[in-house]
Protein backbone atom coordinates (compact mmCIF):
# COMPACT_ATOMS: atom_id res chain seq x y z
CA UNK A 1 0.00 0.00 0.00
CA UNK A 2 1.48 3.55 -0.54
CA UNK A 3 0.14 6.58 1.10
CA UNK A 4 -0.71 10.46 0.50
CA UNK A 5 -0.83 12.84 3.17
CA UNK A 6 -2.62 16.16 2.69
CA UNK A 7 -4.18 18.95 3.82
CA UNK A 8 -1.58 20.83 5.58
CA UNK A 9 -1.45 24.63 6.13
CA UNK A 10 -1.17 27.70 7.56
CA UNK A 11 -3.37 28.63 10.28
CA UNK A 12 -4.26 30.37 13.50
CA UNK A 13 -4.12 29.76 16.57
CA UNK A 14 -7.54 28.25 17.50
CA UNK A 15 -8.21 27.36 13.74
CA UNK A 16 -9.19 23.83 13.11
CA UNK A 17 -7.71 21.87 10.54
CA UNK A 18 -8.02 18.79 8.87
CA UNK A 19 -5.37 16.36 6.89
CA UNK A 20 -6.19 13.22 5.71
CA UNK A 21 -4.60 9.99 4.49
CA UNK A 22 -5.38 7.93 1.38
CA UNK A 23 -4.29 5.16 0.49
CA UNK A 24 -3.77 3.39 -3.31
CA UNK A 25 -2.44 -0.40 -4.08
CA UNK A 26 -4.49 -2.01 -1.15
CA UNK A 27 -7.06 -1.49 1.92
CA UNK A 28 -5.95 1.15 4.39
CA UNK A 29 -8.67 -0.67 6.29
CA UNK A 30 -6.74 -3.85 6.83
CA UNK A 31 -3.78 -1.02 8.29
CA UNK A 32 -3.47 0.18 12.00
CA UNK A 33 -3.00 3.94 10.73
CA UNK A 34 -0.72 6.10 12.93
CA UNK A 35 0.14 10.16 12.50
CA UNK A 36 3.33 11.48 13.75
CA UNK A 37 4.62 14.80 13.54
CA UNK A 38 7.95 16.37 13.51
CA UNK A 39 8.51 20.06 15.23
CA UNK A 40 11.86 21.81 13.71
CA UNK A 41 15.20 20.55 15.92
CA UNK A 42 12.73 17.96 17.50
CA UNK A 43 12.65 14.70 17.54
CA UNK A 44 9.61 12.88 15.71
CA UNK A 45 7.02 12.41 17.68
CA UNK A 46 3.32 9.87 18.13
CA UNK A 47 0.21 11.59 17.48
CA UNK A 48 -2.44 8.81 17.26
CA UNK A 49 -3.35 6.12 15.63
CA UNK A 50 -6.78 4.02 14.44
CA UNK A 51 -6.68 0.30 15.03
CA UNK A 52 -8.82 -1.83 12.92
CA UNK A 53 -11.66 -3.69 12.78
CA UNK A 54 -13.20 -1.12 15.40
CA UNK A 55 -10.87 -1.18 17.96
CA UNK A 56 -10.22 2.12 18.82
CA UNK A 57 -8.35 4.86 18.69
CA UNK A 58 -5.26 6.34 20.74
CA UNK A 59 -3.60 9.50 21.17
CA UNK A 60 -0.78 11.27 23.28
CA UNK A 61 -1.70 13.32 26.00
CA UNK A 62 -1.25 16.81 24.31
CA UNK A 63 -3.89 15.81 21.51
CA UNK A 64 -6.65 14.32 23.51
CA UNK A 65 -9.65 16.07 23.09
CA UNK A 66 -8.54 18.33 20.21
CA UNK A 67 -7.64 16.15 17.86
CA UNK A 68 -9.56 12.64 16.38
CA UNK A 69 -8.65 10.20 13.84
CA UNK A 70 -11.25 8.24 11.67
CA UNK A 71 -11.72 6.56 8.77
CA UNK A 72 -13.45 6.73 5.50
CA UNK A 73 -13.37 3.48 3.98
CA UNK A 74 -15.55 4.06 0.92
CA UNK A 75 -12.73 6.58 0.17
CA UNK A 76 -9.69 4.15 1.58
CA UNK A 77 -8.99 7.03 3.49
CA UNK A 78 -7.77 8.27 7.03
CA UNK A 79 -8.16 12.07 8.47
CA UNK A 80 -7.05 13.54 11.58
CA UNK A 81 -9.09 16.24 12.56
CA UNK A 82 -7.45 18.66 14.41
CA UNK A 83 -9.01 21.34 16.48
CA UNK A 84 -7.71 24.75 19.27
CA UNK A 85 -4.49 24.74 17.17
CA UNK A 86 -1.59 25.96 18.86
CA UNK A 87 1.97 27.30 17.82
CA UNK A 88 2.93 23.74 19.59
CA UNK A 89 1.22 21.94 17.05
CA UNK A 90 3.31 23.02 14.10
CA UNK A 91 5.33 20.31 12.40
CA UNK A 92 5.34 17.94 9.47
CA UNK A 93 2.91 15.44 9.76
CA UNK A 94 3.26 12.09 8.17
CA UNK A 95 0.64 9.17 8.31
CA UNK A 96 2.00 5.16 8.21
CA UNK A 97 0.28 2.30 8.09
CA UNK A 98 1.50 -1.50 9.58
CA UNK A 99 0.28 -4.05 11.65
CA UNK A 100 1.22 -3.14 15.19
CA UNK A 101 -0.58 -4.31 18.53
CA UNK A 102 -2.95 -1.77 20.39
CA UNK A 103 0.27 -1.39 23.37
CA UNK A 104 2.65 -1.02 20.61
CA UNK A 105 0.65 1.42 18.39
CA UNK A 106 2.89 4.96 19.06
CA UNK A 107 6.13 3.02 18.20
CA UNK A 108 7.27 4.64 14.79
CA UNK A 109 9.02 1.74 13.91
CA UNK A 110 6.08 -1.11 13.93
CA UNK A 111 5.35 0.78 10.57
CA UNK A 112 6.21 -0.31 7.46
CA UNK A 113 4.76 2.15 5.36
CA UNK A 114 4.81 5.99 5.39
CA UNK A 115 3.41 9.04 3.20
CA UNK A 116 5.71 12.11 2.94
CA UNK A 117 4.74 14.64 5.48
CA UNK A 118 1.96 17.45 5.05
CA UNK A 119 3.08 21.16 7.23
CA UNK A 120 1.23 22.59 9.57
CA UNK A 121 2.36 25.91 10.41
CA UNK A 122 0.29 27.30 13.37
CA UNK A 123 0.45 30.88 14.06
CA UNK A 124 0.06 32.79 17.37
Known amino acids: VQLQASGGGLVQAGDSLRLSCAAS????????VAWFRQAPKKEREFVGA????????QYEDSVKGRFTISRDNAKNTVHLQMRGLTPEDTAVYHC??????????????????WGQGTLVTVSS
Open 96 to 113: AAGTPAFSAAAASRMYNT
Open 25 to 32: GGRLSAYV
Open 50 to 57: IMRWGAGE
